[in-house]
């Protein structure tokens, strides 16, 4: 897929492109360093941004729904308005200083401090699954 002089697949470096308002649905943008890019609109349902960086970048109003974000990068990154629907991430997922509301910004400090808290729930979930699997006789 091309969007003017820009190839769009994994691990390219798109970093302080403006890609604003574009279609980027079910994309693999796998690893691709979008840093400093403006992503204002797009819509990026079920696309795979596994481990890519995003920080600084512009996602206000974008869509993520089902967007998988595993490991990704986002800190700093503008989130305003952004739809999560059925987005996946993961305790590797980076939203330190990440902007979800720009005009509470005790709730923007609620709300990553809710997802580090989730986290950590899930961190102390996977251990004590992997405890109960080893205690298991196959």
Not at 9 to 29: A, E, F
Request: charged share 25%.
């Amino acid at each position: 897929m091309r969007i003017g002089n820009y190839e769009i697949k994994p691990g390219v470096d798109l970093s302080g492109v403006d890609l604003s308002h574009q279609d980027l649905q079910y994309v693999n943008l796998q690893g691709a360093n979008l840093q400093n890019a403006n992503l204002e609109g797009c819509n990026l349902k079920g696309s795979n941004l596994r481990y890519a960086k995003l920080e600084n970048t512009n996602l206000v109003n974008a869509n993520l729904d089902k967007t998988d974000l595993e490991g990704a990068n986002l800190q700093n990154a503008r989130l305003e308005n952004a739809s999560f629907k059925g987005m996946m991430s993961s305790h590797e997922t980076n939203f330190l200083g990440t902007v979800f509301d720009p005009n509470n910004s005790s709730s923007t400090n609620h709300n990553t401090r809710d997802l580090e808290l989730e986290v950590q729930e899930l961190r102390k979930y996977k251990e004590l699954y992997e405890e109960i699997k080893s205690k298991m006789i196959l």
